[in-house]
């Protein structure tokens, strides 16, 4: 989402992409964009003034019925904080950081004037927002990934390890992907690093979507066979990592929240009754009683 904050991390962006050889396409300029994991990933995460929800849902829509109105290329995915700090969360998927670095771009010199204006207004709405881009790690990710288009919640779940362990840190995540990958095939997550943003040490977001909460007790209820199918030795070795090179491991869940998204057709025709909900109808006012009494 194309927040101040946002723009000035994309303007270094577009300078390191623009030493990458070739240019990729606006696939979502298409309506092609990839309901699985994106190989480049933004995220804004924004907390509220008290009292500013109205204000700030005003302006969300306000900001997508510009982007639409002007032909934008931004899509991005709304969710709101189940647990943790109240926040919303913004997710949006690039191919690459070039194609990042185009669309906003793009819609910069289009809407500039528009965006920039809705910008100063949503600033006022928000005590704080933190942006940061991720690159997808497909080696240590469910190689059947899922269709975030028909997906309802997401737990994003923040690894921070000690600077100078991440070569250590994949080793180990590959035998907690064997391990799950043997207990639940179907067992869907992606892992991302973080590769610009404000972390102070080697960060990882693993991003497990669900259809249900049904979903994550099944997960849980799975832990077992997770940790019977870990001979003694690697389970010894990856307890003995995150004690001595973890920072610090948060999760949260979140739910989608469609008035606060913007996206292609690719995702809303998969379930348009989500997607597209209709307006409440207005409750009929009740007519005056006018019997005599």
């Known amino acids: 989402m194309s927040h101040p904050g946002a723009r000035n991390l994309v303007v270094w962006a577009a300078v390191m992409a623009a030493a990458m050889p070739g240019a990729t396409a606006f696939a979502q300029q298409q309506n092609l964009v990839p309901s699985g994991p994106a190989p480049v990933l933004m995220t804004v995460s924004e907390t509220l003034q008290p009292g500013a929800e109205a204000a700030h849902a005003k302006l969300e829509a306000d900001y997508a019925a510009a982007l639409d109105a002007g032909k934008g290329n931004q899509f991005y995915l709304g969710m709101g904080a189940i647990t943790g700090t109240p926040q919303i969360m913004f997710l949006s998927g690039y191919a690459s950081l070039q194609e990042m670095a185009d669309v906003h771009d793009q819609d910069e010199t289009t809407l500039g004037e528009t965006l920039a204006n809705l910008d100063e207004q949503h600033s006022a709405t928000l005590t704080g927002m933190d942006t940061a881009i ?7 990710s469910n190689p059947n990934p899922a269709n975030l288009a028909t997906m309802r919640y ?3 779940i923040h690894i921070h390890v000690k600077l100078g ?7 180990i995540f590959k035998t907690y992907k064997e391990g799950w990958m043997k207990a639940d095939p179907n067992f869907h997550f992606s892992l991302y690093q973080q590769v610009l943003g404000a972390a102070k040490d080697d960060s990882y977001m693993l991003v497990i979507s669900v259809k249900s909460l049904a979903d994550l007790d099944k997960h849980y209820a799975l832990v077992p ?4 199918s870990l001979d003694e030795a690697a389970r010894k070795r990856m307890l003995d990592f995150e004690s001595a090179n973890y920072d610090g491991i948060e999760s949260n869940l979140f739910v989608f929240t469609p008035s ?31 019997t005599k009494k």
Do not use: C, G
């Open 134 to 140: 991720w690159r997808l790690r497909p080696d240590l």
């Open 154 to 156: 997401i737990d994003l």
């Open 165 to 171: 362990h991440s070569a250590e840190f994949a080793d």
């Open 225 to 228: 066979a997770y940790r019977t």
């Open 260 to 290: 606060m998204s913007r996206l292609p057709q690719s995702w809303r025709k998969q379930d348009p009754d989500f997607w597209n909900p209709k307006p409440s109808a207005p409750v009929p006012a009740k007519k005056a009683d006018t």
